[in-house]
């Protein structure tokens, strides 16, 4: 029987109980035979007996509520960041909250500032109080950063520094960005069919914490101009830690790694490719090989179904992973997650904050639904409840549900929250 059902019986008992007690109590001032006095007496022992059982039952079940054990006690710092990062984070949040419910799992959120919102609060995109918390939590789930409001600042108080910086702060090496063009979204693919054929289902493996965006990088003037210069660094380690997670999650998808890089040009590049073909001596049983960025950008558009890993550096991976998310129909589905040595990671969507649908519940959440779903799997070994969350999503896709962005004719469709309950319903 459900708790509120049994409570419910009991507190009727309870009322029954006390009125039989107060008649009794009656019947007694007008019994006087000892024997009938004698059965009155038992009679209300019963009675008070039954009526202190169900009190402390009662007691034994806020008791029980509040010591609850919980498989599993997980804390997750929360960024929702600007535009609509505080729409998308609510709804996924909500889905989590779904998915502790169903397996008993609770799930402790701790907000926090970063980007837009932390420069206008505190002065700076990333303050100490962020690294401090996200740095004590099991994950961090962020919204998105940035908006124009903050297009003018300096280069090292803009949103996007504090993105950086956190990444740094908490040694999240590699991006992992799944790119899958999902069958009933097949439509909105900007490909020929005849280019996606059996359809598109890649990984790209991005290094997170070193190259050009962590270089050192200047603007001065000379002789009356500006100039400008950022370095590209790499170290021998640094390649292969991310190597080596792009080798172990090709493993466990299809055995093909392509490690793109810019080697007929940049000596970064060169290093890169030495290590990688290095760590690949490693992996005998995974297809291996290399490719020249500005191929790969080309070899998205004209056969993504060639693909199943891609490495690569930090500024080529900025840009592959926003043209393999592009070619598989909308931006707004694609999860990412930032990953280290450890458990510890930072789940996003790829998309940018959208500042023009901003607070109008137009955003599509699912992105971020999933990313939280990226959570479960990689950084709590939930991969039950992760498998559950994705279900849940295909199921809402192919009942034909779609928010602005993934509208298509024959569909209905609905708001961020809506969207959000949707998948909670399915869960």
Not at 195 to 224: C, H, N, P, S, W
Not at 287 to 295: P, Y
Request: net charge neutral; charged share 25%.
């Amino acid at each position: 029987m459900k708790p509120d059902k049994k409570r419910l019986w009991q507190g009727i008992l309870l009322v029954i109980l006390a009125i039989l007690l107060f008649f009794f109590l009656a019947v007694l001032e007008r019994v006087t035979s000892p024997l009938q006095k004698f059965l009155v007496y038992i009679l209300l022992l019963s009675l008070g007996g039954g009526i202190i059982a169900i009190v402390m039952s009662f007691a034994r079940d806020d008791a029980q509520k509040k010591e609850r054990k919980y498989n599993m006690q997980k804390t997750i710092a929360v960024i929702k960041g600007d535009g609509i990062g505080p729409e998308i984070v609510t709804e996924a949040m909500k889905v989590l909250d779904k998915v502790a419910e169903k397996y008993n799992h609770k799930f402790t959120y701790k907000e926090v500032l970063m980007g837009g919102c932390a420069i206008d609060a505190t002065g700076e995109p990333l303050p100490q109080q962020t690294i401090d918390i996200c740095q004590c939590s099991d994950s961090v789930l962020l919204g998105a950063v940035g908006g124009p409001k903050w297009d003018t600042l300096p280069g090292d108080r803009r949103p996007e520094k504090g993105l950086l910086g956190l990444r740094g702060a908490l040694g999240l090496f590699a991006n992992i960005r799944p790119s899958h063009l999902n069958p009933v979204l097949a439509d909105a693919c900007p490909l020929k069919n005849e280019i996606v054929g059996d359809g598109i289902d890649l990984m790209v493996v991005r290094e997170l914490i070193g190259g050009a965006y962590f270089g050192k990088r200047e603007t001065y003037v000379k002789d009356g101009e500006k100039i400008a210069y950022d370095t590209t660094k790499y170290s021998e380690s640094e390649v292969e830690r991310v190597a080596r997670v792009a080798f172990q999650m090709a493993r466990k998808r299809r055995s093909k790694v392509n490690s793109v890089d810019k080697a007929n040009v940049l000596d970064s590049s060169r290093l890169w490719r030495e290590v990688v073909e290095r760590v690949a001596k490693d992996y005998p049983d995974v297809e291996f090989s290399n490719m020249l960025v500005d191929n790969c950008a080309m070899q998205l558009v004209r056969n993504p179904g060639q693909f199943d890993v891609i490495v690569t550096e930090n500024l080529f991976g900025d840009i592959l992973t926003d043209e393999a998310s592009m070619i598989t129909g909308s931006i707004g589905m694609i999860p990412s997650a930032s990953l280290g040595s450890g458990k510890m990671g930072l789940y996003e969507p790829i998309h940018g904050s959208a500042p023009d649908i901003a607070g109008q519940n137009k955003a599509n959440p699912i992105a971020t639904i999933l990313s939280a779903a990226m959570m479960l799997r990689y950084s709590f070994d939930m991969d039950v409840e992760a498998k559950n969350v994705e279900d849940a999503v295909q199921k809402v896709l192919e009942a034909g549900y779609r928010t602005g962005d993934i509208m298509s004719e024959g569909c209905k469709q609905v708001s961020c929250q809506e969207m959000g309950d949707l998948i909670c319903q399915n869960i």
